[in-house]
T-cell receptor, first 113, second 114 residues
Framework: NAGVTQTPKFQVLKTGQSMTLQCAQD?????MSWYRQDPGMGLRLIHY???????DQGEVPNGYNVSRSTTEDFPLRLLSAAPSQTSVYFC????????????FGEGSRLTVL | GENVEQHPSTLSVQEGDSAVIKCTYS??????FPWYKQELGKRPQLIID?????GEKKDQRIAVTLNKTAKHFSLHITETQPEDSAVYFC?????????????FGQGTILTVHP
């Protein structure tokens, strides 16, 4: 199993551009989530999904969209990038209601100029 | 919403010493408290977790304690080794359908000197 796969690993954007961070998992996990990691602030939840067709906002959802059309994929869309969205983004999955262990992807480092 | 505070932000110990990291949470509905370790440039990985019906849990050199009344929980690492050097994050959630909705602390940079 590859686990949780994120692409791209690095990306530089200009202010106002849009892009999609891809996330896929091959563990048949029900739940998937996106976090951003900033220095001194830990990881903060952006969006969350408990299954295909079901998404929910996290702590910092503004400026980001998600959709979950399949169990495997959970892409994160930046609509109009801003410098405040410069961060490291982690996608994660977990089995579902019976287990809290998150399995993280390798992360995507995004810089917005 | 939930708020998790973590202390200290940095911790430096000599190899073989013990290390303790403390966290407090605000939401009394939280009942699941994991700890993640993140090595430099790597993804966070779960090292231990505890649920609110348990006061203490051990796994070899690592232990976690929970005080529900005071709303705080702690990570204890004994006989530290240089490979324990990493950033450690505590987190909290209400479990169940919110298992993946973690609120993280700010992180503790642990350095173990040989």
């Amino acid at each position: 199993n590859a686990g949780v796969t994120q692409t791209p690993k690095f990306q530089v954007l200009k202010t106002g551009q849009s892009m999609t961070l891809q996330c896929a998992q091959d563990m048949n996990h029900e739940y998937m989530s996106w976090y951003r990691q900033d220095p001194g602030m830990g990881l903060r939840l952006i969006h969350y999904s408990v299954g295909a067709g079901i998404t929910d906002q996290g702590e910092v959802p503004n400026g980001y969209n998600v959709s979950r059309s399949t169990t495997e994929d959970f892409p994160l869309r930046l609509l109009s990038a801003a410098p405040s969205q410069t961060s490291v983004y982690f996608c994660a999955s977990n089995v579902g209601i019976w287990s809290g262990e998150l399995f993280f992807g390798e992360g995507s480092r995004l810089t917005v100029l | 919403g939930e708020n998790v505070e973590q202390h200290p932000s940095t911790l430096s110990v000599q190899e073989g010493d013990s290390a303790v990291i403390k966290c407090t949470y605000s939401d009394s509905a939280s009942n699941y408290f994991p700890w993640y370790k993140q090595e430099l440039g790597k993804r966070p990985q779960l090292i231990i977790d505890i649920r609110s019906n348990v006061g203490e849990k051990k796994d070899q050199r690592i232990a976690v304690t929970l005080n529900k009344t005071a709303k705080h929980f702690s990570l204890h690492i004994t006989e530290t080794q240089p490979e324990d050097s990493a950033v450690y994050f505590c987190a909290a959630s209400t479990g169940g359908t919110s298992y993946g909705k973690l609120t993280f602390g700010q992180g503790t940079i642990l350095t173990v000197h040989p």
